[in-house]
């Protein structure tokens, strides 16, 4: 069983940077694919960004590309968001998610998730 927390949201003004951090405890961590997912109040949960085990592949949403950057440090079992040109869109709980299945953006593919952080923009 893997646990995750995440840690690093607050309120930051639009353009602003923040960088998410989430460590993982009981399991391989090397061995999962790590995914970062974004839910703003009444809506669904969507995929921001997901890093293979091997750090070797990355993808993101057409939303974030160029302004997010995911990364991962096997040795502390912790994955990055670093998040920068912030948007008031961007606001939202931030959850991290772990899978053994590879590239997957939907929700339904990752049995372990975070508490959630909050990541506030104001514009």
């Known amino acids: 069983q893997v646990q995750l927390v995440e840690s690093g949201g607050g309120l930051v003004q639009a353009g602003g940077s923040l960088r998410l951090s989430c460590t993982a405890s009981?399991?391989?961590?090397?061995?999962?694919?790590m995914g970062w997912f974004r839910q703003a109040p009444g809506k669904e949960r969507d995929f921001v960004a997901l890093i293979a085990w091997s750090a070797g592949s990355t993808a993101y949403a057409d939303s974030v590309k160029g302004r997010f950057t995911i990364s991962r440090d096997n040795a502390k079992n912790t994955v990055y968001l670093q998040m920068n040109s912030l948007k008031p869109e961007d606001t939202a709980v931030y959850y991290c998610a772990a899978q053994k299945w590879g590239s997957r953006y939907q929700a339904e593919w990752y049995p372990y998730w975070g508490q959630g952080t909050q990541v506030t923009v104001s514009s």
């Open positions: 009981g399991g391989t961590f090397s061995s999962y694919t």
